[in-house]
C-alpha cells in the first residue's frame, strides 16, 4: 500500500491505495472498468476509498501524482493476471462476520442446478451484448466478458459454498456484494476458467418458453402443410 497525509486547508486527508494487485478488490476493480471516462481523481477515489470531493480539496494538485506510477504499475499487473490461469486452492470469505475458508482447486462445478441455469443466462446476456455491439462473426475470438458479469458467476458459484445454504436466486444474487470483497487476484483467474472451459455456458439462450412456442409453431406449419396436402388428393 502507498500511504499519504495530504493537506487540505486547515485539515490533513489520509490517502492510501494499493501498490501490489493481491491488495486491489474485485469491487474495486468492477468500479474502475464501470467508469467510462475515468479521471486520475476517480481512479484515486475508487482505489482509496475517500471520495472525490475530498481529493478535490487538497491544497497541492501536484500531490496526487505520487499515486500516479503505483496506478500505471497496477494497470500492468492486470494486463498480466488476465493471461493467468493460475486459479487459487481456496479462498476466504466473510459471510455473517466470520471468516468462511473454501476449496477451490479440486471443486470447480457450478452447483446446484439453479446456479449452472443462472450462470449459463449471465454468460448468454453477456455474448448477446458483445454481439449486438460488435457483430456475430469471430465473437469468440474477441469476447471478453465484463468484470460485472465474472462477479456474478462467482456469486452463483460460491453461494452454497460459503453459506451452507440451499440454493436460492435471489440471495444468491445478492451474494455479489460479498464476492466483491474478494482479492482480483482470486477472483479472475476462477472467473475465466468458467468462461473459457464450460463449453454448455458458452450456449446463447433460448428461453424454455420460447423454445416450447417454436415446438408449437412448427407443429402448426407441419399440421398445417399435412392438411393441404390431402385437400389436394
Not at 481523481?41 to 500531490?63: D, F, H, K, R, Y
Not at 471478453?144 to 465474472?150: G, K, V, Y
Request: hydrophobic share 40%; proline share 3%; charged share 20%.
Amino acid at each position: 500500500m502507498i500511504e499519504k497525509n495530504l493537506a487540505t486547508g486547515n485539515s490533513r486527508l489520509r490517502v492510501c491505495i494499493p501498490s501490489h494487485l493481491h491488495e486491489l478488490s474485485l469491487g474495486q476493480m468492477i468500479a474502475l472498468q464501470n467508469e467510462k471516462e475515468l479521471s486520475d481523481i476517480q481512479a484515486i477515489s475508487i482505489l482509496s476509498g475517500v471520495p472525490a470531493n475530498e481529493l478535490m480539496q487538497i491544497t497541492n494538485g501536484n500531490e496526487l501524482l505520487q499515486f500516479t506510477d503505483a496506478i500505471l504499475s497496477l494497470s500492468h499487473q492486470i494486463k498480466n493476471l488476465y493471461n493467468s490461469d493460475a486459479i487459487p486452492k481456496d479462498i476466504t470469505l466473510v459471510v455473517n462476520n466470520k471468516s468462511v475458508k473454501i476449496s477451490v482447486s479440486g471443486n470447480l462445478a457450478i452447483e446446484p442446478a439453479g446456479a449452472f441455469m443462472a450462470s449459463r443466462d449471465i454468460i448468454a446476456d453477456e455474448i448477446a451484448a458483445h454481439i449486438k455491439e460488435y457483430g456475430e462473426e469471430d465473437w469468440q475470438q474477441y469476447f471478453n466478458p465484463s468484470l460485472q458479469a465474472c462477479g456474478k458467476i462467482l456469486a452463483q458459484y460460491f453461494y452454497c459454498k460459503a453459506t451452507a445454504k440451499p440454493y436460492d436466486e435471489y440471495e444468491a444474487a445478492d451474494f455479489f456484494e460479498t464476492i466483491k470483497e474478494l482479492r482480483v487476484t482470486e477472483a479472475l483467474p476462477i472467473a475465466k476458467h468458467f468462461f473459457t472451459v464450460y463449453p454448455n455456458l458458452w450456449t446463447q439462450r433460448t428461453g424454455y418458453w420460447r423454445r416450447l412456442l417454436r415446438l408449437l409453431k412448427n407443429a402448426l406449419v407441419y399440421r398445417r402443410s399435412k392438411s393441404s396436402a390431402m385437400l389436394t388428393r
